[in-house]
């Protein structure tokens, strides 16, 4: 027997966690977060909301959420039947990013159609006539060239990840859990990554695979030339 509240708050307090950062992360709500720490069952309507929301905060935290559950079952009484988890946070894309690529594209397409029509039309108009060598050249070198991809796939339970672009202070462009099996991928070169638990991510710049250094709560800096470290 143990202290279901005392131990998630000691391991929030230990990883220097707030009540908003894990509220983003987990979808929990930051009252019902005090309320698990504090014991205080009856601050949450419902026994499933209880123990689905036992089980994702315990998990975030790194500790056993099944364990968890069945302690406040054998103290409370209640049913220890599998319930279902607090559903995963969506991950926020950047919409702007895929709006782009797809603008690009269509310019290229564009591009390549107007450089096509020319050869024809200032090559004499015959349509079976081949391009001329110079022309192709210059098709070729107006083609945009494929974007650098960041893909960043989840292991295991997963890890919460904060991205962000160019440096620790640039735009933020993913702030979520990245579950086991998910995939995030997003268009860039350079990126801050904060990863709460490097074991559980891995990590592929321009399709290269990235190390990561161990431990937890990492701050590093990745490009297509070198992965840094960073003090935090």
């Known amino acids: 027997m143990f202290e279901i ?10 990883q220097g966690l707030g009540y908003p950062e894990i509220e983003l992360a987990t979808k929990i709500r930051a009252k019902h977060i005090r309320a698990l720490e504090e014991e205080n069952f009856t601050g949450i ?3 499933a909301y209880i123990r689905g929301f036992l089980r994702t905060y315990a998990e975030y935290l790194g500790l056993d959420g099944q364990l968890y559950v069945e302690e406040y079952a054998s103290r409370f009484g209640t049913s220890i039947d599998e319930a279902p988890s607090a559903r995963p946070p969506r991950p926020r894309r950047d919409r702007g990013i895929e709006r782009r690529a797809v603008l ?5 397409i564009a591009t390549l159609t107007a450089l096509v029509f020319a050869a024809w039309r200032y090559g004499g108009g015959d349509p079976g006539r081949s391009t ?7 098709t070729q070198q107006r083609q ?6 960041l ?3 989840g292991v295991g339970k997963g890890t919460y990840v904060e991205v962000r672009r160019s440096s620790a202070r640039g735009k933020v462009v993913l702030q979520a ?3 086991g099996g998910g995939v995030e991928k997003l268009q860039g070169s350079r990126f801050y990554l904060y990863v709460r638990r490097p074991l559980r991510l891995r990590v592929r710049l321009g399709g290269k695979a990235v190390s990561l250094p161990g431990g937890t709560n990492l701050r590093v800096l990745v490009t297509p030339q070198r992965t840094t470290r960073l003090r935090g």
């Open 144 to 149: 945009p060239a494929a974007a650098t991809e």
């Open 151 to 153: 893909v960043l796939r």
């Open 177 to 179: 859990t990245v579950p």
């Open 5 to 14: 509240g005392h131990s998630l708050r000691e391991a929030r307090e230990r």
């Open 104 to 108: 690009l594209a269509l310019l290229g």
């Open 132 to 138: 001329p060598p110079v022309l192709r050249t210059q």
């Open 45 to 47: 309507a419902g026994d």
